[in-house]
């Protein structure tokens, strides 16, 4: 069972950790952005700060560009398959903060942005 705030890791990539920053309850799919390495090249909407989550060891970028939406089925598979772990969740602050920034951002799809507006309010 996921729920908002969770954050997932792919173990094959170094780079980037998911959150869940919402979910629709009409097809019970999940909102996920990811964040990286902050650069003054990356996208500068949110930034994270040491101390933002137990995996945060430098500022980092959230990337709503890549934001993308997961069925609990897809998000079985990739843990089960042992590609992704789950970590600890984000706390309410931040996650409120990211939520925020997502209704906020140019760079996320906006057919997504759209259609997960209510669940992010």
Sequence with gaps: M???????????????????????????DFLLTNWTTFSPKKEQTCILKIGDHPSIIHDS?????????FTETQLDQLISNENWIKLSPVNSTILS?????????????????????????
């Design 2 to 28: 996921y729920q908002v705030g969770d954050v997932l890791k792919n173990r094959n990539d170094m780079g980037h950790w998911w959150v869940i920053i919402a979910c629709c309850p009409l097809t019970n």
């Design 61 to 69: 970028a959230i990337m709503y560009y890549y934001t993308r939406t």
């Design 97 to 121: 903060k990211i939520r925020q920034k997502a209704l906020e951002t140019k760079r996320m799809n906006p057919v997504l942005q759209s259609r997960f507006k209510p669940y992010l309010i």
